[in-house]
């Protein structure tokens, strides 16, 4: 059974660099076609796709904010940690952290329960 | 704004059958599959439908999708209350080399 679970602060102030992890079980990323990745919602908006790390290190960005992201593995544990610098209050948003099958570019089968990340002074 | 349009909105009654429609470009939908999700209120996104009209185990079959050239639809049939939630499409977009949303739409059963 795969389980995902987004940890982090609740809150973060304006300029500030919001750092979040993903720990996950039930599946290797080294396994190919395997990725993970982040999703997030602001409230009242649609989902949006941040960012995508495969098995292969492999990293996908989302063109709008790829000069503030930064997704890595932590290979002392099963973490994925995602790095947004420079937030803004448009940053907030329940933030996912999502697994990505092995077959299907877009095919996010497992979902963590997300975390509501508020970006204010 | 997003890649994949989507309505905002769709309603029906129950027993109905709707129609949810995804409209993309060559650069995504025209290559690639579509992609599904439904999301309940206070609850994560699920995985509805993948490579267009593929169920994933435990999805009933009341719900089914398609593909056509750049768009792609959900059809849900014999409508029930706990089919209210919003709907996304998503694809890879080749171009922007990344994954594209639509901008959701809310399904109301009346």
């Known amino acids: 059974q795969i389980t995902l679970k987004e940890s982090g602060p609740s809150l973060v102030r304006p300029t500030q660099t919001l750092t979040l992890a993903c720990s996950f079980s039930?599946?290797?990323?080294?396994?190919?076609?395997?990725?993970v990745g982040w999703i997030r919602q602001p409230p009242g908006k649609a989902l949006e796709w941040l960012a995508l790390?495969?098995?292969?290190?492999?990293?996908r960005y989302s063109p709008g904010l790829k000069t503030r992201l930064t997704i890595a593995k932590d290979n002392s544990r099963n973490q994925v940690v995602l790095t947004m610098t420079n937030v803004d209050p448009v940053d907030t948003a329940t933030y996912y952290c999502?697994?990505?099958?092995?077959?299907?570019?877009?095919?996010?089968?497992?979902w963590g329960q997300g975390i509501l990340v508020t970006v204010s002074s | 704004q997003s890649v994949l349009t989507q309505p905002p909105s769709a309603s029906m009654t129950p027993g109905q059958r709707v129609t949810i429609s995804c409209s993309g470009s060559?650069?995504?939908?025209?290559?690639?599959?579509v992609v599904w999700y439904q999301h309940l209120p206070g609850t994560a996104p699920k995985l509805l439908m993948y490579?267009?009209?593929q169920r994933p185990s435990g999805v009933p079959d009341r719900f089914s999708g398609s593909k056509s050239a750049t768009s792609a639809s959900l059809a849900i049939s014999g409508l029930q209350s706990d089919d209210e939630a919003d709907y996304y499409c998503a694809a890879w977009d080749d171009s922007l080399k990344a994954v594209v949303f639509g901008g959701g739409t809310k399904l109301t059963v009346l």
């Open positions: 790390l495969y098995w292969n290190n492999d990293q």
């Open positions: 999502v697994h990505k099958a092995a077959v299907g570019a877009a095919m996010f089968d497992s």
């Open positions: 039930g599946f290797s990323l080294t396994t190919s076609g395997v990725g």
């Open positions: 060559s650069s995504n939908i025209g290559r690639n599959s």
């Open positions: 490579a267009n009209n």
